[in-house]
């Protein structure tokens, strides 16, 4: 289950269509073109089948899981576990094999202001790496925490991932839209190295 449907457009800058993945979604394809995001704190994980060249990317705000497994939002992408076991899924259910899967893991910066004590961005990190440890899935290439928003792309056909680091500025549209989502979560009930690109 994911917030909404992931948003389809053509980018102009590198000429390929591509599938942009906000807080709380996920995408998974076997398609020319990419997969983008833009990351604070949030973390990314780009998973790819090498064999069958399928590939998708998540992208979380909260390490873990629900605190209230009867929560409606409890199976939600938005949380750490959940985000990894449907992009998984989903990737299985195109024809991808699990045993063959390979990472690389982004995002994770010090982005949001007021949580000097509990840094989000560090315990995204620090969970994606733990569940890809203990599933067995290599991790090839991450670029993690610092203080750096960060924009990728994602080519599922190639396992290629482009990332340009992005500076960060008082009233950040990064920040924004993670403050944001946080008080919107709060108010709810229930294959190759990474290519630094500068365009």
């Known amino acids: ?3 909404t449907v992931p948003l389809s457009y053509f980018d102009r800058d590198l000429r390929i269509n591509s599938v942009r993945v906000l807080p709380g979604q996920y995408h998974a394809m076997q398609a020319e073109g990419s997969i983008s995001t833009v990351l604070g704190s949030c973390v990314s994980t780009c998973l790819w089948d090498p ?3 399928i590939g998708g990317m998540n992208h979380f705000m909260l390490p873990g899981e ?3 497994p009867s929560s409606p939002w409890a199976l939600s992408a938005r949380f750490g576990v959940n985000a990894m076991e449907v992009l998984i899924n989903t990737m299985v259910h195109l024809g991808a094999d699990r045993r063959r ?8 910066a010090r982005v949001l202001q ?3 004590r509990l840094d989000v961005g560090a315990r995204n990190s620090e969970f994606v790496l733990s569940f890809l440890r203990e599933e067995g899935i290599e991790v090839l290439a991450q670029d993690l ?3 750096c928003p960060r924009k990728l792309h994602f080519f599922p056909a190639t396992g290629k991932v482009q990332l340009k680091r992005l500076s960060l500025r008082q009233g950040d549209p990064v920040q924004r839209q993670e403050q944001a989502y946080l ?3 709060a108010g709810q009930r229930g294959g190759g190295e990474v290519e630094i690109f500068s365009k």
Do not use: I, N, P, T
């Open 1 to 3: 289950m994911q917030d």
């Open 51 to 53: 064999v069958c060249r």
């Open 66 to 68: 629900a605190a209230e």
């Open 101 to 108: 899967f390979v990472a690389k893991v982004f995002g994770g």
């Open 114 to 116: 007021g949580f000097e």
């Open 145 to 147: 925490l610092g203080e």
């Open 183 to 185: 008080q919107g979560l």
